[in-house]
């Protein structure tokens, strides 16, 4: 094999060898010069690799960042590549605006006018490296003997990639396309699922809800095929500001507050990384830390901060969301005829998630439910699960179900946890799920007081959790009270977004943001109230389960008078 079959090879084999040896750019100075990846390029190029040679996977890769990290570059470099490379290979790029798509695709024009003609070896031997362009203008690339294109199309267009088969594809800035969902499922119908079909969502955030958001919490949950990648401000080699003097570090040092030495300390940042993020706070983001924090995120918590006033302590909620881990997913099933008792059953798509089995010696549980119509896609029906000694969450009920099956659910997960006290919304659809957990006899359902108002408050046989005008400020006041004093633990990333969208509106009154929803938030808040008034009812012995018995025999035997002997 000669030098030139030897590196042609290498050229179709290796998009990485290829884009780092022939493809130019223009830097932010405007200056042509070899592309050559930077750090958050080559993290996306160690994930494609892995995907590509060492699983034989399709690239499906869903990519949440901070402002001007190559992300397209990267993704464009690769498309590229497939089309010079392999014959009849369609490209599409969608981005949010004409600007955007202007500009995309000038960088491909541009990898193309800086190709070279042809490598010539000093044995003698070429390869030709540039193909003859069938036709270009605005919006497509395309070449004359392989056959295959690349086109630039603008989000909102209904026919975005129908009636044509894609094998790589770039969704730009999701998070702000009109009508994603419908762009989005004409795009996914396009695209193959073999390998070797290439595939990158990208986008910084645009707060917390939405179709980008929501893709991206399925995907760390493991719900789809996309890989999530985030790649936190700090992570370009660009973010970084050199100080002037020794005396300006050093006062730098002295002027550091509290969350500067928290990112310090947590992702080993250098005090030049530091100095950019403080000037850029006051020179780009108008002094404004939260603006930062969304357009510059260091993790993905922060990526999504929404627009309205946070309810709950977002900061707190950032915090704890750093060591939210993913649970063991399963269902619940009947383990005997008498549904006295309760088996746990693995599956990935189960209604269930766990973070602690039940201690089946001593320990007190609490479940709160928020009750939903049921259906495919409406709000979902949620149920929160919490250890009533330490207050941590440990197990999480989530999907869409009649509300006489959430019932059913309800009381298995109940006595799955040592028969924890139960309450259940009580409002429209939930007196329906309250009847189902009557019929099966469940007897530890939390039952609701009179009247809150009242200096005493007074027990009733009035079943389930009412909200009200009265009552819902009171429980979400009590929530956000556990959440600043930490004595909640919260496992759950759903929990932890809902918390983090749920904001006081222009009227000032609590709520989720628009597009978001807040089913775990109610259910953790009627929890906590389940918590407060149900009685700390724990598991008991068998031998004391005896006694009892033998007590109330005692307590039932006829007495007999000594004096009159009746």
Known sequence: MTEAEKIHRKFKMDPYFYSQTLLKIKDKQGNLTQLRYNSPQKKLERIYRDLVWKHNKPVRLIVLKARQQGVSTWTQSHMFHGIVNFPNTHALTIAHDDDSTTNLFRMSQLFYDELPKAIEFPDGSAIAIKPDKKHSNRYELSFKDNRSQLRIQTAGSKTAGRSQTLRYLHCSEVAFWPNPEETMGGLMQALADT???????????????????????????????????????????????????????????????????????????????????????????????????????????????????????????????????????????????????????????????????????KGCYAIGADVAEGLKDGDYSAAEVIDRDTGEQVAEWHGHIDPDLFGEELVKLAVFYNRAWLG??????????????????????????????????????????????????????DLAKAIREKSIKINSGRLIGECLSFVRNKKGKPEAEHGCHDDTVMAAGIALQVHKTCPMSRPISRQEVRRRMERREQLIQPSVSSITGY
Not at 218 to 244: D, H, L, M, Q
Not at 444 to 453: A, G, V
Not at 460 to 474: A, F, H, N, Q
């Open 424 to 477: 259940i919304e009580a409002n429209n659809h939930g007196l329906t799920t309250i009847k189902s957990a009557v019929r099966l006899k469940y007897n530890r359902l939390y039952q609701r007081q009179t009247d809150f108002d009242k200096r005493h408050e007074e027990q009733t046989k009035r079943i389930g959790w009412k909200t009200t005008s009265v009552t819902r400020p009171l429980m979400l006041d």
């Open 195 to 361: 390998p070797g079909t290439f595939a990158v969502i990208e986008s910084t955030a645009n707060g917390v809800g939405g179709y980008f958001y929501n893709m991206w919490q399925a995907a760390k949950a493991g719900k789809n095929e996309w890989v999530p990648v985030f790649i936190a401000w700090f992570e370009s080699p660009e973010y970084t500001k050199p100080f002037e003097s020794e005396e300006q570090k050093q006062a730098f040092i002295a002027t550091m507050d509290n969350e500067e030495k928290l990112l310090q300390k947590e992702y080993n940042l250098t005090l030049e990384q530091l100095n950019w993020r403080r000037w850029t706070i006051e020179n780009k983001c108008n002094g404004d830390v939260e603006y930062f924090r969304q357009e510059y995120p260091a993790n993905d918590a922060e990526a999504f901060l929404v627009s309205g006033r946070p309810f709950f302590n977002r900061d707190i909620l950032i915090d704890v969301s750093k060591t939210v881990r993913p649970g063991v997913r399963g269902n619940l099933e009947w383990a005997n005829k008498a549904k006295t008792s309760v088996k746990f059953v693995l599956d990935r798509n189960g209604y269930v998630e766990f973070w602690k089995a039940p201690d089946e010696k």
